[in-house]
């Protein structure tokens, strides 16, 4: 049975003042919440059950969504109490075999990713976790000065900008894995990514080239907004 894990019981403190009443997850980009837009995006893939990880507000996430019927996927709800972070909620999913994998996405990306594609490369290589990740340019907003030992001037480059990869917030794990989670306790995904390195385990980066946005800020908010009223069938095909 193909299944997600997403964490939707952030407070969304970047999203603010609108997320002091509505979750996060909740929030509209044309006629669907961020949420329910990546619902879909699992069920038309051929995912059968999600576990949605809530938290702030949560009860209003399960009014709107209830069992998932309406998406076409099972809903399971798991409430945290207090926050565990990124990877921590996982730890309170108790029905993970270890012969499975499961895809864990936040709750507040727009994306064109095939999911059911990066669960199959996962599932058919040696890896305990796999990390999706893009490529981006990250701008210095300063001059940046190499030295040598004597303290003199080796290079003076004018706000430079570099190409890195960055986490897209999807990330497919291997259910032998979750022993190095503790239950209850706050673990973050880049944590958990350096247990699984350092205990023996691949943590392979699959790399997309496809769209991606993350809607934690007012401006790509409106970004995204904007995306859906040009094409509002552009990630619902």
């Not at 709800?77 to 993970?96: F, K, Q, R, S, W």
């Not at 290589?125 to 003199?152: K, L, N, P, W, Y």
């Not at 430079?160 to 673990?187: A, H, K, M, W, Y």
């Not at 995306?227 to 990630?235: G, N, Q, V």
Request: some cysteine; aromatic content about 6%.
């Amino acid at each position: 049975m193909s299944r997600a894990v997403i964490l939707a019981g952030g407070i969304g403190s970047r999203l603010r003042p609108y997320t002091t009443i509505i979750p996060k997850p909740l929030m509209p980009l044309g006629e669907h919440p961020i949420l329910e837009i990546l619902l879909l995006q699992l069920a038309r893939q051929g995912f059968e059950r999600v576990d949605l990880c809530i938290g702030y507000l949560g009860h209003l996430i399960r009014a709107y969504f209830g069992d998932g019927e309406r998406q076409g996927i099972a809903i399971e709800y798991h409430e945290e109490e207090t926050p565990l972070g990124t990877m921590g909620a996982v730890a309170n999913i108790g029905d993970i075999g270890p012969d499975e994998s499961i895809l864990l996405m936040n709750g507040d990306i727009l994306t064109d990713l095939d999911f059911a594609s990066v669960v199959g490369a996962h599932a058919a290589s040696s890896a305990g976790a796999t990390i999706c990740v893009t490529r981006r340019r990250a701008d210095m907003e300063f001059g940046v000065i190499e030295v040598d030992d004597a303290g003199d001037l080796v290079a003076y480059h004018e706000k430079p900008s570099t190409e890195v990869l960055v986490s897209i917030g999807v990330n497919v794990i291997s259910g032998s894995q979750l022993p190095l989670l503790e239950p209850g306790v706050r673990t973050d995904v880049p944590t958990f990514m350096e247990r699984v390195r350092h205990s023996g385990g691949r943590v392979r980066c699959h790399e997309t080239t496809g769209f991606w946005l993350d809607l934690g800020r007012i401006d790509d908010y409106q970004a995204a907004a904007d995306l859906i009223a040009e094409d509002p069938t552009r990630f619902l095909p």
